[in-house]
């Protein structure tokens, strides 16, 4: 049993690893989703790291919606083999 289990605590070791990562950078983690076909994806609070990590070309926008005369966008944030993402309302 142990051989099918052990890429799944490898995994969960590694979004520990980025957890900690996140939390020490000053982001407010608000949800977690680890997905069988996609990274484990952290949606933070966004804040100023977020305007910053924009502005130094680290982070990309990758979606915008315009819904009830309200547009969003929202960035991500790649991350050791993670990704970061966060919603602004402009």
């Excluded at 020490?24 to 990274?39: A, Q, T, Y």
């Excluded at 305007?51 to 547009?71: M, N, P, Q, T, Y």
Aim: glycine letters at 6%.
């Amino acid at each position: 049993m142990k051989k099918y289990t052990q890429p799944i605590q490898q995994e969960l070791e590694n979004v520990n690893k980025a957890l900690d990562t996140v939390i020490n950078m000053g982001f407010v983690v608000l949800h977690l989703e680890i997905g069988k076909h996609s990274r484990p994806t952290f949606t933070v609070v966004s804040t100023g790291i977020c305007k910053k990590l924009v502005e130094l070309g680290k982070a990309a926008r990758f979606s915008d919606d315009h819904r009830d005369g309200k547009h969003t966008v929202k960035y991500q944030y790649p991350l050791d083999n993670c990704r970061v993402v966060w919603k602004e309302t402009l």
